[in-house]
T-cell receptor, first 113, second 111 residues
């Protein structure tokens, strides 16, 4: 079945540091890939997505590239801010899933001033 | 445009009690979903409704029932609550494939 594996947290960084959160996946067919973000006390929000190999999703300074050869979709940001502190979830929808998202377990990011 | 709304925000139940979590969306989406979020487990799909009039089991359906009341509303019912159902519950909706929009969640504590 489909699965998503993302790096264990928590991740603690200083403001302006470089961020990478690793995500790899197993899926049937050609999945669409997503990063969702959950700020404290809130629901999940879509951060970015990519629907085919070599696509790059980007939003709010975050980027992730769909790498079919390594089945990866790593999240990166060049300079994090305190306001980026949140839980980040990697997720996928595969062709046969009837629109059901499969989530990774989430990575807690804390950015200190 | 409120997006996805959920009620209640917080609930405490005793073991064996029943309750219904309500969800509504105003985006005219066909598909709606119920997830639970537990520490270290990410989000797990309980039930989903691909379109009005249909519902299907997700990854963890035991102990729950759902009703797709109309296109806007999708409720989740716990008939006999158990401590293992203590969790945060999220409703989501989507138009066809891809982006799902999440509600703010319901925190449920079962004693």
């Amino acid at each position: 079945g489909d699965s998503v594996t993302q790096m264990e947290g928590p991740v603690t960084l200083s403001e302006e540091a470089f961020l990478t959160i690793n995500c790899t996946y197993t899926a049937t067919g050609y999945p669409s890939l997503f990063w969702y973000v959950q700020y404290p006390g809130e629901g999940l929000q879509l951060l970015l997505k990519a629907t085919k190999a070599d696509d790059k999703g980007s939003n709010k300074g975050f980027e992730a590239t769909y790498r079919k050869e390594t089945t990866s979709f790593h999240l990166e940001k060049g300079s994090v801010q305190v306001s980026d502190s949140a839980v980040y979830f990697c997720a996928l929808i595969s062709g046969g899933s009837n629109y059901k998202l499969t989530f990774g377990k989430g990575t807690l990011l804390t950015v200190n001033p | 445009n409120a997006g996805v709304t959920q009620t209640p925000k917080f609930q405490v139940l005793k073991t064996g009690q029943s309750m219904t979590l309500q969800c509504a969306q105003d985006m005219n989406h066909n598909s709606m979903y119920w997830y639970r979020q537990d520490p270290g487990m990410g989000l797990r799909l309980i039930y989903y409704s691909a379109s009005e009039g249909t519902t299907d089991k997700g990854e963890v359906p035991n102990g729950y029932n759902v009703s797709r009341l109309n296109k806007r509303e999708f409720s989740l019912r716990l008939e006999s609550a158990a401590p293992s159902q203590t969790s945060v519950y999220f409703c989501a909706s989507s138009a066809a494939v891809e982006t799902q929009y999440f509600g703010p969640g319901t925190r449920l504590l079962v004693l």
